[in-house]
């Protein structure tokens, strides 16, 4: 019944988001236990106790487009827009443009970017999160950021990740940086 549950929730969310889940209704067909845990571990992108969402949004964005060709920095695009963040603020993400991000929106771009490159400022952009938004900011970063790795990466280690997309935000292609220069 809990499978039968799931396999409609993937078939919504395939239709909702034009997201290809076979990788999902895979581990679910293979095996379920597994299926159940990745799903609860995914829940760790979600959880955000004192930053704004934009600047959750934007660890994710990085993050997936760490691992990602494009259909799952799209679905992430998708949840951003859904959760209100502005769509210059997206595009800003998507193309590595610092000057036009918002201050939020900056700060969680600076983290993540040195965080993901391992940069010798990955202290600075900590001890910068730290001070904005304490320990529970730091701590909602980095779970975005790391639960949003997962799945670009779960799909490719399954051989699911086969096609590259074209990314857009509010109907706009965008050319995405995939790192920083």
Not at 77 to 100: H, N, S, Y
Not at 115 to 123: E, F, G, T, Y
Not at 157 to 176: H, K, M
Request: charged share 25%; hydrophobic share 45%; glycine share 4%.
């Amino acid at each position: 019944m809990r499978n039968a549950i799931a396999r409609a929730m993937l078939t919504r969310m395939a239709k909702r988001y034009d997201y290809d889940v076979s990788y999902m209704s895979y581990l679910l067909t293979e095996a379920p236990q597994a299926f159940w845990r990745f799903m609860r571990a995914g829940a760790l992108s979600r959880h955000r106790e004192r930053v704004p969402v934009e600047a959750a949004f934007t660890v994710q964005l990085l993050a997936t487009m760490a691992e990602d060709c494009g259909p799952c920095t799209q679905l992430i695009v998708q949840f951003a827009t859904e959760a209100k963040m502005p769509a210059e603020q997206i595009e800003a993400v998507l193309t590595r443009q610092l000057p036009t991000m918002s201050s939020d929106v900056a700060l969680a771009y600076r983290y993540a970017n040195a965080i993901l490159n391992r940069s010798v400022d990955a202290s600075n952009a900590r001890e910068a999160v730290r001070a904005r938004w304490g320990e529970k900011g730091l701590i909602d970063l980095a779970l975005a950021m790391q639960g949003a790795r997962m799945y670009p990466m779960m799909k490719d280690a399954l051989g699911f990740a086969l096609e590259c997309r074209r990314v857009s935000v509010s109907g706009r292609w965008v050319d995405v940086e995939k790192s920083a220069a």
